[in-house]
């Protein structure tokens, strides 16, 4: 296949590239976090979007070394903004758990920390309910050894992921993020306002802070502060952005 042959060399060839969305707090608006995305300079095909290629990466094995790839270069960037003399917030890096299965995760983070000269705190790995559920095991496992560093977890796309609440009594993680799926509705749907509504409620009993994704529209954004949503992302706020509008923005939001 064209495509995955094409992927296999996109790390040597340079072509990845990290995107950046930012995350603020409900309450008044500051920036508290970022979101690492990926994107991938294809030749002949433009800037190709995650969902054009993660879903082969992890059928391929290639998650394993682009995820390191995504770690590393998120590492750099903050470290990067750091010297340059902005003070970026906390960055988070998806993970899928293929990247488990290579054993190697772990290693690899404090690699990554340890080169940019970086705390664990600086970082946060996102997991989406789905990818957690596949192997529930290992996951809580891999997942409190980052903990344990100082790495803070957010489960993403809560809500979506056909699992059952048991693995929150297990494992803590420290963000629950829901699905814009539930977000887009509001507040005129009355099931998605109980939904959020009750996900904050159990989050924040489990000593969990929450984040709302996809938030569109001032109404929404209104509607999940109300249901107490501790944080928003979204393209009402701000789309993801490539590192020089990133580093452009900072002064203001901080
Ligand atoms: O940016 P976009 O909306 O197209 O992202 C689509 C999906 O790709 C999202 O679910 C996002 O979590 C995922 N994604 C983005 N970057 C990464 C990454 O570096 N690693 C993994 N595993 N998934 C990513
Ligand atoms: O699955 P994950 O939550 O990681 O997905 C992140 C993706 O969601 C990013 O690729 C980003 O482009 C997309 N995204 C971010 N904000 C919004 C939004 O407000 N609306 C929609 N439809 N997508 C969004
Ligand atoms: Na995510
Ligand atoms: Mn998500």
């Known amino acids: 296949f064209a495509m995955e042959s094409d992927l296999r060399q996109a790390i040597d060839a340079d072509q990845l590239v990290l995107h950046y969305q930012p995350v603020f707090r409900a309450s008044d608006g500051q920036l508290c976090s970022m979101e690492a995305l990926v994107r991938w300079q294809r030749p002949g095909h433009g800037l190709v979007g995650p969902g054009e290629f993660i879903p082969l990466a992890e059928e391929s094995g290639l998650i394993v070394p682009i995820g390191r790839w995504v770690m590393q270069a998120a590492c750099r960037q903050l470290q990067a903004w750091r010297q340059a ?34 705390e664990a705190g600086a970082l946060t790995v996102e997991i989406t309910e789905g990818q957690l559920m596949a192997d529930p095991e290992r996951a809580q496992q891999t997942l409190q050894s980052l903990q344990a560093l100082g790495v803070q977890v957010a489960i993403d796309d809560f809500g979506t992921g056909y699992s059952s609440l048991s693995y929150l009594k297990r494992f803590t993680a420290n963000t629950l993020k829901i699905d814009r799926s ?17 996900v904050v409620t159990l989050a924040h009993s489990l000593r969990m ?19 107490g949503c501790d944080m928003v992302q979204g393209f009402l706020l701000a789309r993801p952005l490539e590192a020089a509008q990133m580093a452009g923005q900072l002064p203001r939001w901080l």
């Open 85 to 118: 003399g902005y003070n970026p917030p906390r960055c988070a890096v998806n993970l899928s758990t293929r990247q488990f299965a290579a054993g190697r995760l772990v290693d690899d983070v404090r690699e990554a920390l340890a080169m940019h000269g970086l």
């Open 182 to 198: 539930f977000v887009r509705g509001l507040p005129h749907n009355h099931q998605d306002m109980a939904i959020t509504q009750a």
């Open 209 to 227: 802070a929450v984040v709302a994704e996809g938030v569109e529209t001032p109404a929404q954004r209104q509607a999940v502060q109300r249901l």
